[in-house]
């Protein structure tokens, strides 16, 4: 009796704990886009309250969409995303196929040297990649950024995908050679679609750094036509940071585009980090 | 195959393999890093770029002005890491442990609730705990009121004892679904038959998680801990977003991230030099490489790895 008790007692408090910590995670969120809907003087007066009839307004999302190209920052935020996403994946998995197929002599070096990457952050060479950027004159092109990012993104993936390609069973790729298909096409065609999970794995752990990275636009890419939303809302929110209306419906734009990613793509980002891949 | 020491012929399909990886690597990181090292023995000199050796860190440690504000982000910075270290990771663990529990319901939702924070930008996260924690708007200091402890509100993010400590708490609240994540993943791979036969010896609940589980997964603590350093250590973005490129009030917030943005571009009046730029770049280069020697060879090394 008294065990069952405590039992209840137990998942009580556990639920409590759970319930509080959520409320705290979501509750600022929550406050940003409940106020975003509302006029200004409801944004002063009742802070907490739902909008109604009364205090619903849209006046910030109407400043926002005629002030600030949000359209065109999300466009740009769009392309620098999956263009860098694209080379991670196949550049990554390219890589890693070699390191884990082939006995070579410096694989173990290579493998080394590509892992590197994983502890040292990018930002540290930023001095030097924006002389490089002026240079070649890819500085505010959206090029550059997603170079930085593949780079930046580059050695995670490797190790990941080598890892996974390690169980791909070699009678397969045995069996490919006597038919007669080329290293390229054992790779394209009978490894890749085997790893496509991990490939998932490693496109979601990239995405969202990527998506919401402020460093790199505001130094290699700073210009209007190739801001990204990051940076575009950072900057259109530091000219109206007097219009409550503006910036709290800016803000909800932003959260949108990220949480409609979040829902779609929770499970896989879920698994993939309880899996272990990155141990 | 006939004579096994004639020379191979080279298999170009590994190289066509390795090239795009390696050469995008080399050239967009590795390459820019060791060239912000050497641009740190550099200086400009009537326009032009003259070697000074060791000069700029001799600035960067013995002038006054330099050296203050140095000293002055790297103990923030140090101040941030402490913070994430004792309220992140705590919490990330406690709240792994509790969803870990086999017959919770609705831990999928309180997970997915918990890890939303850490997918937002930080110009999402610095705005909306300023808007909250403003004095003008009045939520911090209402919600205070309701509970009766409206003489404790203070504009935390504007005054100099309060504001880094208020945006470490405000990145712990972003991050903590990092460790929960790793930690629950850690939890979750402890075999059933351990837990069972600590609880035939009568281990079950708190002393369980303390004297079976704790001790499990340290290594994933470790691993947390050397991530929290490294993340700390090169953050920029946050204080950037809330408090500007000054890092008010008073520099109070400047940490290595912002101190490093402020010199390479400039601000104000003061011109951006990129070769103190990269001499800053430089020691956060080092003391992360410490960092992670640290971890690797005396705290990884040592720790004991269980296979299950």
């Not at chain 2, 440690?61 to 050296?67: E, I, L, Y």
């Not at chain 2, 408090?243 to 912002?258: K, R, V, Y």
Request: glycine letters at 6%; proline letters at 5%; one cysteine or more.
């Amino acid at each position: 009796m008294s065990v069952a008790r405590q039992n209840n007692f137990n998942t009580y408090a556990a639920h409590g704990a759970l319930i509080l910590y959520t409320l705290i995670a979501l509750f600022p969120v929550f406050v940003i886009v409940i106020n975003s809907f509302k006029t200004r003087k409801a944004i002063f007066r009742e802070p907490l309250a739902l909008p109604n009839s009364d205090s619903f307004s849209l006046i910030g999302y109407e400043t926002v969409l005629k002030q600030g190209d949000f359209f065109l920052y999300f466009q740009n935020s769009m392309i620098v995303t999956v263009g860098s996403l694209f080379f991670i994946l196949l550049f990554g998995a390219m890589a890693a196929f070699a390191l884990a197929e082939y006995r070579f002599r410096g694989n173990l070096i290579m493998g080394l040297y590509l892992a590197l990457g994983i502890m040292i952050p990018i930002r540290i060479g930023t001095v030097a990649i924006l002389e490089m950027m002026v240079q070649t004159g890819l500085v505010n092109t959206l090029w550059a950024l997603i170079l930085v990012y593949t780079a930046q993104g580059l050695p995670l993936a490797v190790f990941i995908l080598s890892e996974f390609m390690r169980q791909v069973s070699d009678d397969l790729k045995n069996a490919g050679r006597i038919d007669g298909l080329s290293e390229y096409r054992i790779f394209f065609r009978l490894v890749l679609p085997l790893v496509r999970p991990a490939m998932a794995t490693v496109a979601v752990f990239n995405m969202i750094p990527i998506w919401n990275d402020l460093w790199f636009p505001l130094i290699l890419a700073p210009a209007e036509e190739v801001k990204t939303l990051t940076l575009g809302s950072q900057v259109f929110i530091g000219q109206f940071v007097t219009d409550w209306n503006a910036v709290l419906s800016a803000l909800s734009l932003a959260i949108l585009p990220v949480m409609a990613l979040y829902v779609v793509f929770s499970r896989q980002l879920i698994r993939g980090i309880t899996s272990g891949a990155v141990k | 195959m006939s004579d096994p020491h004639s020379k191979p012929k080279i298999r170009w399909h590994i190289i066509v393999f390795l090239a795009p990886a390696v050469l995008v690597y080399t050239a967009v990181m590795i390459y820019p890093l060791f060239n912000t090292l050497r641009l740190s023995l550099f200086s400009e000199v009537e326009q032009t770029r003259v070697f000074v050796g060791l000069q700029n860190f001799r600035t960067l440690f013995g002038d006054a002005v330099w050296s203050a504000q140095f000293w002055n982000a790297l103990a923030n910075n140090f101040w941030f890491f402490l913070i994430h270290m004792l309220v992140q990771n705590p919490i990330g663990i406690a709240l792994a442990a509790i969803l870990s529990h086999p017959k919770l319901r609705f831990a999928s939702f309180y997970r997915s609730a918990i890890f939303i924070p850490t997918i937002l930008s930080f110009v999402i996260v610095g705005f909306a705990w300023k808007l909250i924690l403003s004095p003008i708007w009045g939520i911090a200091p209402g919600m205070l009121d309701a509970v009766g402890l409206k003489s404790l509100y203070a504009p935390w993010l504007g005054k100099e004892a309060y504001a880094l400590t208020t945006l470490s708490l405000v990145s712990v609240w972003q991050f903590v679904g990092i460790p929960m994540m790793l930690i629950y993943a850690a939890l979750l791979s402890i075999p059933d038959e351990i837990l069972e036969a600590a609880e035939v010896e009568g281990i079950t609940g708190f002393s369980a998680f303390w004297k079976i589980k704790l001790p499990l997964i340290l290594p994933s603590i470790g691993i947390i801990s050397i991530l929290t350093f490294v993340a700390n250590f090169n953050a920029f973005d946050l204080i950037y977003a809330a408090q500007g490129a000054l890092a008010g009030p008073d520099f109070s917030t400047d940490i290595l991230g912002t101190f490093m943005y402020r010199t390479f571009f400039g601000f104000q009046l003061q011109l951006g030099d990129p070769h103190m730029g990269s001499t800053i770049a430089s020691v956060m280069f080092a003391i992360i490489l410490i960092g992670v020697c640290l971890y690797l060879f005396g705290i990884q090394s040592r720790m004991r790895r269980y296979q299950f």
